[in-house]
């Protein structure tokens, strides 16, 4: 004889038979208890949902059906009959005000409820969906509850882990997105200084050959004019003017990776060795240079000219973003290849790297994309041309090389120069590393140079030899500079092609006010000169090596005794 018989279909199932052995059914097999909850507990272990009850507020007596079983899991044993607070204790704090309500007569339902529940002596997170409907007696009262159940742990794990992948999706196709947008102005920025390239190749190339013949016209004009005729300065102005013109060609075929180049061997760290003073000057004292050259040598195949001019106009890139304050750090390092840059794809072999960082303004991301088109500058009228990076740019390129940028705006720019390494030997590596030994000090040299880029340069070679230097960007403020004083100078070092006065004429006023301060002029155009000996100023032909510089300045002193 069961102690709790109920009128169920299958009297053999595990929750009925729970309910005969526990002890409640034994405690009140004789009592009379209300037909509500014989009724009530028929119906749910006949159900093939999960549902439970407790039964009265104070002792909230548990039971529940075989499609709930699998959810109490080690909480199974002893549970049936139970008080419901004391099986599920680990949860209590949760579910205790909700279960107050539904004695109170309220309906109370959870979607997904998170509860840390300790079914097997670890409390692990799992979520539920389940209400809490009161249960009214005849009399209107509320005896118990009744609870439908279901268990959304794994759901709610699979949907989170869903949830994760959707967005680890989301997250690649953004990137990939991304990646190719940028690939994509990569492409455009390239494929731009390409046709750039082509175009103003081409033309540079056309309109020099046209320049040879201006010049070669002048040059034959000029010996035959009638000496004392004034229109020769006519001429003067043509080949001056021709001059310009040829310079701002050079430019563009460096950039176009048309000019001519005289590679040599030389160990790079040589090289940048003995740039040290020149870039220390273009620099400027508030600017500290460092250097971190390899012990091993680094020998580059290259147009040495044209490495060191690619260094001269970085570093005076670098100190205008620095506002002439901050540090600049070059690194030379040998490398396996070179990283893919503006969509070349990656280089093989063994490389030189040359990072020059500097601590400067940074460059902003619509900038970054133009700085190597000539002409292209974010400085004032007279003080960028435009043209430093488009010869950077041209040189690395027809020297099979690459430059690469990186800038943090606001911190700091890095250029990054890649040239081949050669296995030929160094050619004449003693020559390379000094200067001629030239002991300039105590005198101070008038530099008068219009172009930015070559008075940078001007500038630096001169400190480089030990002298001070004042540099006056065009004829007139030279002649303001002696005006002041023309005593502290020991030599004036004059480009001739200026725009209003020229180098000959400044020359020409210097001999006359100031006839015992030597002129040495610079020129690419010699003949201008040297068919006038007339003028008797020293010529230093330009592109002109330190050497040169040197023997120039050396040479003035000892002929004039200063
Ligand atoms: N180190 C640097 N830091 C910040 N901006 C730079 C740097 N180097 C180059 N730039 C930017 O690139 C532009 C082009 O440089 P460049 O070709 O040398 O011409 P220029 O110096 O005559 O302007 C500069 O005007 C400047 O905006
Ligand atoms: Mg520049």
Redesign the pocket.
Known sequence: MLPFPLPVTSPAQLAYQLLQDSDWAHAHRDLDLPVELRTVLSMIMDSPEPLWIAWGAEEKAFFFNDAYLPFLGGKLHGAMGNRLDVVWADVWADVAEAIDDAFAGRHRSFKNLRLMMDRDGTPRETFWTFSYSPLRMAHGGVAGIICAVTEQTEQVAERDLHVRQVAAITQEAREAHLELVRAREQLRQSQKLEAMGQLTGGVAHDFNNLLQVITGSVDMLLPAWPAGDPKVKFLHAISGASERAARLTAQLLAFSRRQSLSPEVFDAGDGVRALTTILATVLGERVALRMALPERRLPVLLDRSQFDTALI??A???R??TNGTGEVTITLEPVAGVPAVRMAGPLKGPFLAIH?R?S????EAD?LG?????F????AVG??????????FGFVKQSEGEVD?T?VPGY??T?TLYLPLTDQPTEHSVDMTGHPPTDGAGRTILVVEDN??VADFAVGAVASLGYGVVLARNAESALDELRKDAARFHAVFSDVVMPGVSGLDLGLAIRVNYPRLPVILTSGYSELLSKNPGHGFRLLKKPYSLKQLADALASVETSTGV
């Open positions: 106009n970085i005076a890139n670098a205008d973003a020059i500097d400067g303004a940074g460059i900038v133009r700085i190597f088109e000539p292209f500058t974010t400085k003080a960028g041309t435009g043209l430093g990076l488009s010869q950077v940028v800038s700091g720019t250029f930015a880029d």
